[in-house]
């Protein structure tokens, strides 16, 4: 179930329907809560265009240990959210060392095989060998980086998470 409205008004005596496919369209009552004078209803219509929105949670990727030593192993986690209209499988999450939109390489791909249900988070890890090198590694995570599942929110700034390593 997803929250369409987020206001302080009260919504009842829904009529929902879908136009085509992939809207959903609504009419309902609305009332200040609290509200007992009469003729204080008021009549509403919503809609809503059904999609997929992957992304990943802000902030979330992280190291353990959180800072290790050039040639040893680190396991790199990030939490994967749906916040689309309907459950994903096979959800590919690649990480890699530098920006992928500028050169980075890949380091590793995993996938979370499903199903994500609309409103749920998975972490996704996997395990990485830092490098042997003197300077700060950044380390990125993408969901679906070949835009393989279709997306209403492609553009979605959380798509991608990052860190450094040092």
Do not use: C
């Not at 829904?14 to 009332?31: D, H, I, P, Q």
């Not at 500028?102 to 060998?129: H, Y």
Request: a negative charge; zero cysteines; glycine letters at 8%.
């Amino acid at each position: 179930m997803k929250q369409l409205t987020f206001d302080a008004e009260t919504e009842k005596g829904v009529t929902a329907s879908f136009l085509g496919n992939e809207t959903l369209a609504a009419v309902y009552s609305r009332v200040l809560m609290g509200e007992v004078a009469p003729g204080g209803t008021d009549l509403y219509m919503i809609t809503h265009t059904m999609g997929n929105d992957l992304t990943l949670e802000g902030s979330s990727l992280v190291a353990e240990p959180p800072n290790p030593v050039p040639g040893n192993s680190v396991r790199l986690t990030v939490t994967a959210q749906n916040l689309g209209d309907t459950a994903q499988t096979a959800i590919p999450v690649t990480f890699f060392r530098g920006d992928p939109s500028n050169g980075g390489v890949i380091i590793s791909e995993a996938t979370i095989s499903g199903p994500l249900k609309p409103g749920d988070s998975q972490n996704v890890s996997i395990d990485w060998v830092v490098p042997m090198t003197t300077t700060p590694v950044t380390i990125y995570a993408v969901i679906d980086p070949t835009a393989t599942i279709a997306e209403r929110f492609r553009a979605r700034q959380h798509r991608s998470s990052f860190i450094r390593i040092r």
